[in-house]
Nanobody, 120 residues
């Protein structure tokens, strides 16, 4: 079964940096994309950044220029370098993998989440 294990969350002051990492295991289908989503208290889960196996990236407007996503297609890992963090970046960050399973939009799997807290 697919497992995603995240690491790297924590508490940081505004303007600081954190790096999140995620390792996927149990993958038996081709990966379409890996990425990060986040959910702040009282808000819906939202996309932060994704990267396809072909190298295309997609970022939320709010993080462009501050966050950088990277992937290792061989090791099935994905990382998120977060710089110039703001209090509004505070959220639980979830690792996501989308697999080619024959379903119209593939199949999504999620990590348990890692908390990022940015203090002002």
């Amino acid at each position: 079964q697919v497992q995603l294990v995240e690491s790297g969350g924590g508490l940081v002051q505004a303007g600081g940096s954190l790096r999140l990492s995620c390792a996927a295991s149990g993958i038996s289908f081709s990966i379409n994309a890996m990425g990060w989503y986040r959910q702040a208290p009282g808000k819906q889960r939202e996309l932060v950044a994704t990267k396809t196996s072909g190298g295309s990236t997609n970022y939320a407007d709010s993080v462009k220029g501050r966050f950088t996503i990277s992937r290792d297609n061989v090791k099935n890992t994905v990382s998120l370098q977060m710089n110039s963090l703001r209090p509004e970046d505070t959220a639980v960050y979830y690792c996501n993998v989308n697999l080619y399973t024959g379903r119209p939009h593939g199949s999504d799997y999620w990590g348990l989440g890692t908390l990022v807290t940015v203090s002002s």
